[in-house]
């Protein structure tokens, strides 16, 4: 799994770092747990003010285009995992240590994998295209598919949470 950074400052290189460390041990637990293979996945650890920036590049890239999606939300998340076109692309953000308990990182990091497996899924890939071409203004989704692909991400992001405990398990 190919690890980097983007735009780091020198003193998020540990961070950099403990990723590389537990990256492979991480998705060889989700794996195992979900009992499912992984998307092709790409990490990138950045610094926060550069994570929107990470992920916008993504989306478009995905989508071949160079329009900037119709809102944009403050980055308030320890990771994100996002479509990419070669498949999927994990963003952490390295300045999160400063505002979070210490073991966040191995916890991160299970959580946004659990998310990789996820878009590995069957449809779940086509269904996340609707609602990123919904978002650049693309192709506007009805109330209700909205809805349906909003209750999608509820659910995927419970399963994470639930899966973060594997963290425990790292050395």
């Known amino acids: 799994m190919d690890v980097s950074g983007y735009q780091l400052h020198r003193r998020y290189a540990p961070v950099l ?3 590389q460390q537990i990256v492979d041990q991480a998705a060889f637990l989700v794996q195992q747990r979900m009992r499912e293979r992984m998307a ?4 990138v650890v950045a610094a926060r003010k550069h994570c929107p ?4 590049e993504s989306q478009q890239r995905t989508l071949g285009v160079r ?5 944009r939300e403050g980055w308030a998340n320890l990771g994100m995992t996002v479509l990419s ?3 999927v ?24 994998l659990v998310h990789a497996v996820q878009f590995g899924r069957p449809g779940v890939r086509e269904i996340a295209l609707k609602g990123l071409r919904n978002n650049y203004g693309i192709e506007k989704l009805s109330h209700p598919k909205a809805w349906k692909i909003n209750r999608l991400v509820d659910r995927d992001e419970r399963e994470a949470q639930a899966l973060e405990s594997l963290a425990r398990q790292i050395r």
């Open 17 to 19: 770092g403990a990723v």
């Open 40 to 43: 092709p996945t790409r990490i």
């Open 53 to 56: 920036e990470v992920v916008e």
């Open 67 to 71: 329009a900037k999606p119709l809102w």
């Open 85 to 87: 076109p070669e498949g």
């Open 89 to 112: 692309l994990v963003v952490i953000d390295a300045g999160a240590a400063k505002r979070n308990p210490q073991h966040w990182l191995p916890e991160t990091v299970v959580h946004e």
